[in-house]
């Protein structure tokens, strides 16, 4: 299975999640919240190969880490993946909005001069605004939209700019999370967990819990769980290809 947004360094064990990662054989997108927790990843990671770390800077935390934009930048050239970045529209982190929207561009400008990166991008309630930096941006990779949460207009912006989705239990335990699922392309979307953010029942969600998605999308797409799975893994190949 795969996990396309998950903070492995931010559960309590985070050695034995690993293992039990590659136990499974999951796939794992690692996003940092930080850039200085990049090469704290790289080393829990070690040699497992269905592991790929990002680097990130949360929006969540630009006002007080703003200043680390630079540091990410200059990470770019050693991965493939930038995550978790973006914009958090919600009351306790409104009044930074000016200052996020700063970091993100900054971040976009220097993904596209790096030749385009994969993105993991987070919107709480700033969705439009999110579109607009990556409207404006130009050719930055390919964005995906993890947890989103915005507008079915919102929703069609995002789909005519080419953005790509990852959705997880959590998500999709809310009706408007699978309305929107239902109306995203099929072949551009991936599973995730948020874990250990993302919770069910009051759990927080482990990487295998990406698996979750498969009945849920199942009753959406009204076709078998098996070719749901197909599906997913053949987004991934060629996300990643």
Known sequence: MIDFHCHLDLYPKPANLIAEVAKRGTYVLAVTTTPKAFDGNLRFVGANSRIRVAVGLHPELVKDRHHEVSLLCATLSRTRYVGEVGLDGSPEHRSTLDLQREVLRGILAACKSQ?????????????????????????????????FSGSQSELRLAIDLDCWFSVGPAMLASV??????????????????????????????????SERVLPILSGLWQVPEQVIAQTLKANLRRLVS
């Open 115 to 147: 030749g385009g990166r994969i993105i993991s991008l987070h919107s709480r309630m700033a969705a439009r605004q999110v579109l607009e930096e990556l409207e404006a941006a130009g050719a930055v990779g390919t964005p995906v939209l993890h947890w």
């Open 176 to 209: 408007n999370g699978r309305r929107l699922a239902s109306l995203m392309p099929r072949d551009r979307i991936l599973p995730e967990t948020d874990g250990p953010f993302g919770e069910l029942d009051g759990h927080p969600l482990n990487p295998w819990d």
